[in-house]
T-cell receptor, first 112, second 112 residues
Framework: NAGVTQTPKFRVLKTGQSMTLLCAQD?????MYWYRQDPGMGLRLIHY???????AKGEVPDGYNVSRLKKQNFLLGLESAAPSQTSVYFC???????????FGQGTRLTVV | QKEVEQDPGPLSVPEGAIVSLNCTYS??????FMWYRQYSRKGPELLMY????GNKEDGRFTAQVDKSSKYISLFIRDSQPSDSATYLC????????????FGSGTQLTVLP
């Protein structure tokens, strides 16, 4: 049982480049989330989805876009990367009936 | 004022010590109270979860919630080196998306 899988695990981008982070879950969860984690700031919600085809903004959505074309996948896009987007990104999923969120292993992104 | 305030640490204790980790919150809509544990370079994992005031025990761990004071705590008895991790308090309401609001985390080191 893989749970939540994030791809890639590490990435270095130059300012202005674009990239997509992929999150896949095999638990048939309805809800999926993208968080970023920065030192001293905990995890902050970027975007989330309550079901296939739906997305919504979280606390820090600027500079990011998301899509959920399939229930098991949640994509996070950076159209024009900035050094302020250097962070560790975590994807999570949860079900409608259970509050527990399951997290992926994270993607370490550095923008230079 | 931030929605969640967590003692920042870091905290270093000898093996066998009792550890107390604390968070305060301001959002009265929070109904579920959680503690996540995050090992270095890993994703957070749920440690304790409760929705009512009072204490909940699970082995060496006790979660305490005081809704009237908007204060939650996690106690670790007989701490072990394997407990060395960052502990994050997390909150969510009864809204449709169940997105989590996290504290900034407390880094704990248990010395052998």
């Amino acid at each position: 049982n893989a749970g939540v899988t994030q791809t890639p695990k590490f990435r270095v981008l130059k300012t202005g480049q674009s990239m997509t982070l992929l999150c896949a879950q095999d638990m048939n969860h309805e809800y999926m989330y993208w968080y970023r984690q920065d030192p001293g700031m905990g995890l902050r919600l970027i975007h989330y989805s309550v079901g296939e085809g739906t997305t919504a903004k979280g606390e820090v959505p600027d500079g990011y876009n998301v899509s959920r074309l399939k229930k098991q996948n949640f994509l996070l896009g950076l159209e024009s990367a900035a050094p302020s987007q250097t962070s560790v990104y975590f994807c999570a999923s949860s079900s409608q009936v259970n509050t527990e969120a399951f997290f992926g292993q994270g993607t370490r992104l550095t923008v230079v | 004022q931030k929605e969640v305030e967590q003692d920042p640490g870091p905290l270093s204790v000898p093996e066998g010590a009792i550890v107390s980790l604390n968070c305060t919150y301001s959002n009265s809509a929070f109904q579920y109270f959680m503690w996540y544990r995050q090992y270095s370079r890993k994703g957070p994992e749920l440690l304790m979860y409760t929705y009512s005031s009072g204490n909940k025990e699970d082995g060496r761990f006790t979660a305490q919630v005081d809704k009237s004071s908007k204060y939650i705590s996690l106690f670790i008895r007989d701490s072990q080196p394997s407990d060395s991790a960052t502990y994050l308090c997390a909150f969510t309401g009864s809204g449709s998306a169940r997105q989590l609001t996290f504290g900034s985390g407390t880094q704990l080191t248990v010395l052998p």
